[in-house]
């Protein structure tokens, strides 16, 4: 019993993938561009790491949903329309599924626990000013908890990642006018928890 | 300008308790919104300010999560793992736990060794002609139609279940993988 080997340089079409714009590439996952695929995984990584993380507010979890993502998108390429944004394909790609994770995810309890503890762990009494930027990071996915799945979609994309709203509506596949509406009342939700957790914070 | 009595405030600084008293009235932004959050970015007064307006601007410009070219190259390599494994096994419907994702591709790689190091028939064993041919047509025509291109190195004297293409750094390892074996 043998088995064919098949080793061959694969450098150049690499290279031409690493110029390619995301256009290009999602053209090029059309044609069954497995190097394409790589180049995309490179290039998209860390923006769809960091959101997903901020959806689920667990960086382990938001490896596996950003790794099926881009199985997703490998396995969906024949439906890509070159007409969409890129960015806001894959974007969707990764919410719907980091949201589907969510639904399925049985015990919520270790990502809703106060980060006050953590904070007093820290330092008592510093002003929100000196507040730590990670620090931040962590009452926000203490908070967004306590949001609806589409406000905190909503908020994330557009208040954190900085989307336009036409961005962020294709995203959720909504209209403009309803991202408003989410975020209206994502922020109040916010404002509320932040006055009553962290008071010190919201003078 | 306001900036309830902070001595650092410009002429130029908006208005944050009006702007956020604008935007708890109405879901859509005050007029002049969008550029004072371009103003809030270069201004270290109006940052306070403006989180003491509306706390949920603590939130603007979190941290950027720290990816290194590692961690970016482990997940390419996931995705290709996987690629490869559900070539095998079919599209999946759900998530796949990474530390699980690997076992097929790791069954794969295991046969592969074994056969290198075991059945080998140098020259190719009668008959093997016609079971590569079997072999091919038994693949995805894309694969089929790629992998008869290349040139043949060592022959297959039967054939397989499945053929999965995993691609590494420069490389693509074909692998032949034999469910009868239960690996």
Redesign the interface.
Known sequence: ???????????EERERWTAASDLELLEGLRA?S?RA??EL??RK??AL??VA??ILGD?EEA??????A??RA??NRARYDPRWSPNTWIYRIVTN?AID?LRSRKSRERHQEPYRKQLRQVESARG??E?Q??E??A??SELAGELSEKQRLA?LLR??E?LSSPEVAAVLDCRE?TV??H??N???V??RE??RR?PE??? | MNHQGNANVTMTCPDWRRLAAA??A????PQGWEEALVHLESCAPC??AA??A???L????????A?GAD???A??L???A??GA?AVAG?AGR????RL?WQPVAAAAAL?VA??A????PG?APGAGSA?AAAFRAMPP?LGAE?AA?P???????PYDHVVQW?AE?????L?VDERLDV
């Open positions: 019993m043998t088995v064919a080997r098949l080793v061959y340089s694969q450098r069954d497995e695929l790589d995984v490179r990584t860390p790491l960091q993380s901020r960086l490896r596996d949903v950003v790794q099926v881009f199985l490998w396995e599924l994770h929100f000013a507040l930027q990670r931040v990071d009452i926000f908020f208040e954190v900085g006018s408003r509406n975020l209206f994502a922020r109040k916010l404002q932040i006055r962290y914070y919201a003078t | 935007r708890d109405s879901p859509d932004d940052r306070r989180v003491e509306d706390p949920t603590i939130f603007r410009r979190l941290p950027a999560l990816v961690e970016v190259e997940m390419r996931r995705v290709s996987l690629r559900r599209p998530l796949l736990p990474r994702a592969v056969m290198l075991g059945d080998h028939a190719g590569r894309e992998l290349q043949l190195l060592e022959e297959l004297d039967q691609n420069d490389v693509s390892v074909v032949v």
